[in-house]
């Protein structure tokens, strides 16, 4: 049974929260996730007046790291299933000629 955000302490509810509101940074010519940016998080944290802020921080930081290296993941496997679909691309003909 996957886990509900509820299953967490509190820090890490509010890292998830406040991670999901930094928006994405892809790369544009190959289309690789390379995090979130991180230019308004001071003024999320102003906003909602949190006051641990290293803890939930390091926390944000530390899920960017995993999702990053999942959807890295990911990619490579894609890559990987459509180079050996490539290689595989010519017809087979299993036809057995005897002359």
């Keep these: 049974m996957p886990l509900e955000p509820s299953d967490f302490p509190e820090e890490v509810q509010v890292a998830f929260f406040m991670f999901s509101l930094l928006p994405d940074h892809w790369e544009g010519m190959s289309g690789t ?3 979130k940016y991180w230019d308004g998080i001071e003024y999320f944290f102003n906003l909602y007046e949190i006051e641990d802020r290293k803890t939930i921080l390091y926390i944000m930081k ?3 790291a ?13 890559r990987k299933a459509e180079e ?5 691309g010519g017809k087979n003909y299993t036809h057995n000629v005897k002359g």
């Design 33 to 35: 996730y390379m995090g």
């Design 66 to 78: 995993k999702l990053v290296n999942y959807r890295a993941e990911q990619s490579e496997r894609k």
């Design 84 to 88: 050996r679909k490539a290689k595989s």
């Design 62 to 64: 530390m899920y960017e």
